[in-house]
Each structure stands twice: as C-alpha cells, then as structure tokens.
C-alpha cells in the first residue's frame, strides 16, 4: 500500500540535485551570446567478445559467444567509422567532446585528433559491457574510475575532468566516487539541457553536463530503427524549432554518435549533411563540454 | 465466468451503424481533447508483484532521468505551444505530482486544464491491489488532486495502464463520471449497467507519443503523417456524426528537441480544420451523456 496521500514531500525522492525547472533562472550563459550550444560527442566503445554485462544494454553485443560478427562490426567505431567522424570533424571544424573507454585505447594509438586541445576527452569507464551497478564492491569500482582516468591521462598527456558510464549506468556511490577522484563534471542523467550541480557527501562537487542518450544516434537509429535520413532531419528540425523561440533560455544540444553507426558509409554523408546545416543556423554555437561546464557557475 | 464481461464492461456490441448520431457543439465534425501525462517516476520504487518498475538494477538512473526530463524541460515547451495554439485539455495526473512537482500541476491548473487522476505514481501499479486496497489507492489519489485543484475529478487513466479485475468496478465505486482506459472505439460509449453511468472517453492508444515514438520507435515525420492520417479520417467520418480525437502526450518524449516541432505541426493541422471543438476528456462524457445519451433513449435518430 502506497503511504498516505497529501504526506508527499515537496521535490524529488532523492538529495543529488534539487528540481529546477528550463523557465527558471540559472547562472549558466553561452558565449558569442549564441542560444542553443551544439556539443558534438563522439564516443568510442570497446566491445570485448567474451565481456558479460550485469544486464542488457542498447548496442551490445547480443548473440552467442564467440560473435564474432556484431564484435568486429562495433570495431568499425575504432577504425573506419571513426576516420570517417574524424575527417568530418576537420572538415566543419567542430570542437568536439570524446567520450572514451580504457580499454578502446590500445586501438586508438597515433589518432592525434584526441590531444588536440579544442576537442575535450571525457572518461568513458573501462569498456562497453563493464556496467556499474550497486553489485560493485567499493574498491571494485573507484579503481575503475581512477584507472580509467588514469590511463586516459597518460596516454593523451591531458589533464580529464568529466566522465560518463558505459550505457549511463550508475551504482548509488558513483556520483560520490567521481567527486572525491576529482572529476569536474558528469554525463550520465538525461533530464536537463543546461548544466545543474550534483550533490555529493552533502556539497556540490560535480556538474551534470546534457549528453543524452535519448536523443543519440544509438537510440534513434539501432534502438529505435528510425531511418538515418529521419533521425537526423527530426535534430534539424528540432534544432530551429528551439531557435525560433526567441524567450528560450540558452541550452546545449548534446548529439551523441557512436562511430560504428553514424561513420559506416551510407549514413556519414546525412549526418555531414545536418552538421553542415546546423552550423548555418543563426544562434548556434558550438563548444565542448569543457568549454560549455565553464559557462556554469553553480552556486556552491 | 465470461471475465470479458466482468473486466471490459462497455455497453453490449452495437450493430453496425446503431450507434446513436453525436452533434457536437457548433456542429463539429472532431472533439479533440490533448491528454498530457503529468508523471513522477520514484529513484527507488517499492516492489510490485507482477511487473518491475524499472529495466535495469536501482537506481536506474538512465530511464528514471529520461523521466525526469519531461517535467523539468519538456512539459515547458509542451505548455508554450498550447498557449499558442489556444489548447486547453485534460491532465493525465500521478497526483503525488501536487505534493512533489507543485509547480508543474500548478501551469495547467491556472491555465483551467481538467485534472484527471493518473494514480498516484507511476512507478507504482495497481497490479496485485485487493479491491479494497486498489478503492483507497484511488480514493487517495483523487482527493489528492481535489485538494490541490479545488475541483471534483471526473475521469481516470491506470497508472502505466495496469489493472486488476476489480479496476472498473472500483472507478464506478468512487462515483466517476468516465474511463479512458477502454480502446473500443473513436467515439464515446456508455458502460453497462451497474457501472454508474460511467462512459469511455477515446484515448487514442497508437496516437500516443510515447506508443508511437518509443515502443513502435517511429521516426517523428511518420508519427506526425499518422496524427494527420487518423485526424483526416475522423473529420470525415465526422460529417455523419460526431468523432474523438484524443492525443496523449509524455513531455519526457514529445518534449525532446527531435520532436518538439512534431507538436506543433499537429496541433497547427488541428487548427487549420474549422469543425472542430477543442476541449477536454470532462466535457465530451459531459456532453455525451446529457445531449447524445439522453436523447437516445427518448427515441431520438439513429444513424
């Protein structure tokens, strides 16, 4: 039986971060006085053939041990597929966010564009299939954020300040983890278009940054097989929709990619084609998630 | 026992075409009614016996946030068009929203949007409810949206759409005026007897956003060319007699910038037909009961 009607308690049903509405005030302002910030984030996913998740998750790899298949079709993501972005990258000249796993470095030697210091590298978790769940020891699971950090650090001689779990899969401390490991900032909840500040061991240490999976081309395109034309006409057209509303607070628009799916060749030329739109569009920035968690300035 | 009869209890299958004639205010051929689902999703809901709330271990954050984007930034943009496009519906409400989310409940009560209970969470089912258990969980859920509102609630939704058995008898029980829980037809029916008079309001389940978008993953171009498809065909049929459109939306989907513009494109194609009477779930089974009813058992036409 539910507890007693009229007793609920005023916000939500936990004490991360309060409720806060797109029409309230906040102290987050864009640069360039643009009005919608897109922050192109590219992740790169390592997907082991023989990892087991602790539960199913869009884009794994679903079929019978060895599949060797859907594995070498995901390393596109790390080669072709990713080449592919990075040209376009280039290309357009767009800052970019990668959201990198540990474990896709080995595969990433040599690919310069990650130190480059107008994209921003944020920690992706160890691997793909390597979720975070309550069922993870303490120890278990800060060693995987520091290494993670850690590695990334060395390998691409630049400090790391965000993070964002393989499938946005958190346990109940990993916001707690991050914090005392010192990240910045955090891409993991899919409820706000601006930043807002996360509560960790009673202070806000961290920033909830928009990444979300939502709108990703692993949602619209494999989890919900929209046609790629279709998805990326819907961002377009939801993109001027929020621009021809003139009292708008600014937000950031997070398109998230996957290389193995928007770098294959019959969709890259469609999302060159919308990027290349978007960036006409009058009011629209572009940034990277560092760049967009410094126009934050949460109260502390 | 026929459970058909006992848990789906509309009045009994009409030949075709003995539906009684509907004339809608002002002669319109479309009551459209929108139906935003104004919901709370808990971080750690409590067990239910038949179907867990949430896909993956708690905390979900991944989904329970998805929810939470719908209150925070979706239901704004949803309330910007409906200004717009001078739209005012019904509230599909979780009433623990009132105590929880007040400011949200809050936008539509003072733009007069009916609130209509939704149960009180939607991370919480009526699945596995004794009868009585599942009165009180209802009985608890509309005085909570009275006392928020001021007003009577007239009609329920199921939480999620889960029910028991007992489900339509309770909603008789409480003395409610409507279900949209029944998906027989495009226009209003009457229950059986021994339901209170209740009628089914259209709640029209494959225009929903989040059937549409999520669980059929239709890209918003085609769900959009299917509101005006479904929308077409009832302004025609409308012309023999009155039709339902009910558009269900969940800010959490509909909200999202991909599909924002899909709103205002359905709610613009609303507005370009001039037979339509734009109102809400309350005052079709009002006016379904009093003008279409009534005058149907005093020997009225049948089409």
């Known amino acids: ?300 | 026992m026929n459970w058909a009869q006992e848990i789906w209890p509309p009045y009994p299958r009409p030949a075709r075409r003995t539906l009684p004639v509907i004339n809608w205010p002002n002669n319109a051929r479309v009551a459209f009614w929108v139906a935003p689902n104004i919901e709370f999703y808990e971080l750690h809901p409590p067990a239910n016996p038949v179907r867990p709330a949430w896909p993956r271990p708690l905390p979900d954050i991944l989904n329970t946030s998805w929810r939470d984007y719908g209150n925070r930034v979706g239901v704004w943009r949803c309330l910007d068009l409906f200004d717009q496009y001078d739209i005012v519906g019904s509230v599909s409400l979780n009433s623990a929203m009132c105590g929880h989310l007040p400011e949200v409940v809050g936008a539509f009560r003072d733009r007069n949007w009916e609130l209509f209970s939704h149960g009180i969470y939607n991370t919480q089912y009526l699945y596995g409810l004794s009868p009585d258990q599942e009165f009180e969980v209802l009985r608890q859920s509309c005085e909570e949206i009275e006392r928020f509102c001021g007003k009577k609630v007239r009609g329920f939704l199921s939480p999620a759409l889960t029910y028991n058995e007992s489900t339509f008898a309770t909603l008789a029980r409480l003395g409610l005026r409507y279900t949209l829980d029944l998906f027989h037809e495009d226009v209003p029916l009457p229950l059986k007897d021994g339901y209170n008079g209740m009628v089914s309001v259209p709640y029209q389940v494959e225009l929903n956003d989040f059937h549409a978008l999520v669980a059929q993953g239709m890209a918003g171009e085609l769900y959009l060319q299917r509101f005006k498809d479904h929308f077409d065909r009832l302004y025609r049929e409308g012309e023999r007699s009155g039709t339902v459109v009910g558009l269900p939306l969940h800010p959490y989907v509909i909200g999202m910038p991909q599909y924002i513009w899909v709103l205002e494109g359905i709610l613009a194609h609303v507005r370009s037909h001039r037979d339509v009477w734009v109102t809400s779930a309350a005052e079709i089974a009002d006016y379904y009961a009093t003008n279409v009813l009534k005058q149907a058992h005093s020997g009225a036409d049948h089409a």
């Not at chain 1, 790390?78 to 767009?94: A, K, V």
């Not at chain 1, 480059?116 to 979720?131: D, F, T, Y």
């Not at chain 1, 021809?244 to 294959?264: C, E, F, M, T, Y």
């Open chain 1, 1 to 300: 039986m539910p507890e007693a009607a009229m007793n609920h308690p005023r916000g939500l049903d936990h004490d991360r971060f309060p409720f806060r509405t797109i029409r309230e005030q906040t102290n987050f302002q864009l640069p360039a006085s643009g009005r919608v910030a897109l922050n192109l984030i590219v992740v790169l996913q390592r997907f082991h053939i023989d990892a087991k998740p602790a539960f199913p998750f869009p884009g794994m790899i679903d079929r019978p041990y060895p599949d060797v298949g859907n594995a070498t079709q995901r390393e596109v993501g790390l080669r072709s597929g990713f080449w592919r972005i990075c040209e376009l990258i280039d290309d357009l000249n767009i800052p970019t966010t990668f959201v990198v796993e540990r474990d896709a470095l080995p595969l990433l030697k040599g690919e310069d564009i990650l130190r480059e210091a107008r994209h921003e590298i944020v920690a992706g978790g160890q691997h793909a299939a390597l979720l975070h769940t309550s069922a993870m020891t303490e120890d278990g699971e800060r060693r995987i954020i520091r290494e993670c950090r850690d590695a990334l650090t060395d390998a691409l001689s630049r400090p790391v300040i965000g993070w964002r779990s393989p499938s946005c899969a958190q346990s109940s401390s990993t916001l707690d983890f991050l914090a005392d490991e010192g990240f910045v900032y955090c891409g993991d909840f899919n409820n706000d278009d601006r930043p807002y500040a996360l509560t960790t061991r009673g202070v806000n240490r961290l920033i909830a940054m928009p990444m979300n999976h939502f709108s990703s081309d692993l949602h619209g395109i494999v989890t919900m097989k929209q046609p790629t034309q279709l998805y990326y006409d819907a961002v377009k057209k939801g993109t001027r929709w929020i621009l021809g509303r003139k009292n708008q607070a600014p937000v950031i628009l997070p398109l998230v990619i996957h290389p193995w799916i928007s770098g294959v060749p019959h969709r890259i030329d469609h999302l060159r084609n919308l990027l290349k739109e978007m960036l006409a569009f009058d009011g629209l920035t572009t940034s990277n998630s560092r760049e967009l968690a410094e126009c934050f300035k949460p109260a502390v």
